[in-house]
């Protein structure tokens, strides 16, 4: 497949964006996207954080994406109030579509009850089960497992060993990317008098629109209802979602991310790396939870927490910055209880200050 070219005059136009060149006969042909610090001459670069602004008079880019202040620091710009969202929009027009098959191989294995769209594209070695319904212009990579009653809206994509146990329902283009997991059985067990006995799961799991799910991630089918991920979530490579849980619609939830079961997250929510949260909580809507986060109580519409377990991200913050210096607090208190309980001291400035803050930490991490 070529390599996607564009004079740079046809990027600004299909983006939208100022187009500021030396002279008229500057517009160049552009061959591809890469940082600042890389970018070749045909190349397109952005600036989106301002650190790496001095980089500008360095690099070799043929143009770069930037903001107005900075659009007289390079020979050619592409000039936006919004970089980052402008170059993941010009991404697009280089990104090479996965896979070359087209067509319903026939080294695939699709029931005669299933029922497939328009235009769909099925690789050799998957496995379609009776009842399974494909929108218009599917495609299934090889190697992926679609059970019974399984129902994709029109432009879904499974990558290779995706997994779709029986009766999940996809939205229209939803993707689902490599060893992902959808409708495996939840985490259902009960402690017996004859030791531990399973508990069917009998639900099914319901993901809206445009959702993606990462690599190796799990969603888990309910107990006995539905586990729900709504319109434009999209879940990192190895996220957990346990049963009945319900994700509301353009959540962010990033890699390792553990939530359990049926625990309701709210709309626009952000998970950062490694979160956990325990089962049956409620995650307003607008609210971020920090990276390695331990969930174990409600979090408000709008607020942002981090810790375990989690406190406000800036007395989480606040909380970092103190615990290097414990280890002296704990030598300088202990010496200081010491001396007041052998004579009259004079305490000075210096250890005011520290058991001022020391005080201070044990009342953030609620100990006093």
């Known amino acids: 497949m070529a390599t996607p070219s564009y004079k740079l005059s046809e ?43 001095p980089q500008l008079a360095s690099t070799k880019a043929g143009a770069v994406i930037v903001r107005p202040e900075h659009k007289d620091e390079v020979v050619r710009a592409l000039v936006t109030d919004n970089p980052y969202p402008m170059f993941a929009q010009a991404l697009t027009l280089f990104a090479r579509p996965q896979g070359s098959f087209s067509g319903v191989s ?57 997994v779709l146990m029986a009766g999940t329902v996809l939205g229209d283009g939803c993707v689902i990317q490599p060893g992902a997991v959808l409708g495996a059985e939840g985490f259902g067990f009960a402690r ?10 009998i639900g099914h799991v319901v993901l809206g629109n445009k959702v993606e799910v990462g690599a ?3 969603v888990d089918r309910a107990a006995l209802s539905t586990t729900v991920v709504g319109d434009g979530t999209c879940i990192d490579n190895l996220v957990q979602i346990g049963h009945n849980v319900r994700i509301g619609k353009d959540c962010l939830i990033v890699s390792q991310v553990g939530i359990s079961g049926s625990t309701h997250v709210g709309d626009n929510v952000t ?26 109580k409600d979090i408000a519409e709008g607020q942002v927490v981090g810790g375990s377990p989690t406190v406000d991200y800036n007395t989480y913050l606040r909380n970092a910055t103190l615990m290097p210096k414990l280890p002296e607090l704990f030598k300088r208190v202990a010496r200081l209880e010491k001396e007041m309980g052998h004579k009259p001291i004079t305490v000075s400035k210096t250890d005011r200050s520290l058991v001022t803050l020391w005080n201070r930490w044990l009342s953030m991490m609620h100990l006093r």
Do not use: W
Not at 23 to 34: A, F
């Open 11 to 53: 990027i600004a136009a299909k983006l939208g964006l100022e187009l500021a060149l030396p002279s008229p006969d500057e517009d160049i042909v552009i061959t591809g996207i890469n940082t600042l610090e890389e970018a070749g001459p045909t190349e397109l670069s952005f600036l989106a954080n301002p650190k790496y602004a």
């Open 216 to 218: 190796n991630a799990a």
């Open 271 to 296: 998970m950062a790396g490694q979160a956990g949260i325990a089962g049956h909580l409620q995650i307003g809507s607008n609210s971020t939870i920090g990276p390695q986060a331990g969930v174990a």
């Open 106 to 162: 026939h080294m695939a294995c699709v029931s005669p009850e299933a029922t497939l769209g328009e235009g769909c594209t099925v690789y050799p070695f998957c496995y379609i089960a009776p009842r399974v319904v494909l929108g218009k212009g599917c495609i299934i990579f090889p190697g992926c497992y679609l059970g019974e009653d399984c129902v994709l809206g029109d432009g879904c994509i499974l990558y290779p060993q995706a």
């Open 192 to 201: 017996t008098g004859d030791g531990i006995k399973k508990v069917p799961q």
